[in-house]
Structures are given as structure tokens and as C-alpha cells.
């Protein structure tokens, strides 16, 4: 028989997440989320830790983190200065 955890570990793997919380977190516990520098927070900023290792949204769906629309702004405007030796 397969037990499922009591605990989360670590975050899901949504690239650019990050948090605050201490881990391992136990069943039920609410974790703060957010986003690097750079990324937008598409969706709620809480995750709870549910059996089985994995989490879920009190908002619906789990977030994601977005690259900023100002980055993406400012990385087309400049471009690489190429040494030309």
C-alpha cells in the first residue's frame, strides 16, 4: 500500500516561482507565492499543500509566472552592442 505525503517539499514546478516558506510545509498549509524580478503573477498568490506532494489554488487554477510586458519592451528597443575587432 502507497501512502500518499503529508508535506510539500518543495514548489510546483512552474519556472520563475518563487516564495518565502520554510519547507517542507505540511497538508493543508497555505504558501505565499511570487514571481521573480522581471515576471508577472498570473493567477492568485496562495498555494495550498494538498496530500500527495502537490498543491492547488484557493483561486483556481495555480499560477504562473509571465515575463514582464516592460521587459519585453525594453529588451526589443536595445539591441547588443557588437565589437567589431
Known amino acids: ?13 512552474i519556472q520563475n516561482l518563487e516564495t518565502t516558506a520554510q519547507f517542507p510545509v505540511s497538508y493543508n498549509t497555505p504558501v505565499a507565492v511570487h514571481c521573480d524580478i522581471g515576471y508577472s503573477l498570473m493567477g492568485g498568490d496562495v498555494i495550498i499543500c494538498i496530500r500527495g506532494a502537490t498543491y492547488r489554488s484557493i483561486q483556481g487554477q495555480l499560477p504562473s509566472c509571465k515575463e514582464s510586458e516592460f521587459i519585453i519592451a525594453t529588451r526589443k528597443k536595445s539591441e547588443p552592442i557588437k565589437s567589431q575587432l
Do not use: A, G, Q
Open 1 to 13: 500500500m502507497h501512502l500518499l505525503s503529508d508535506e510539500c517539499s518543495k514548489l510546483p514546478d
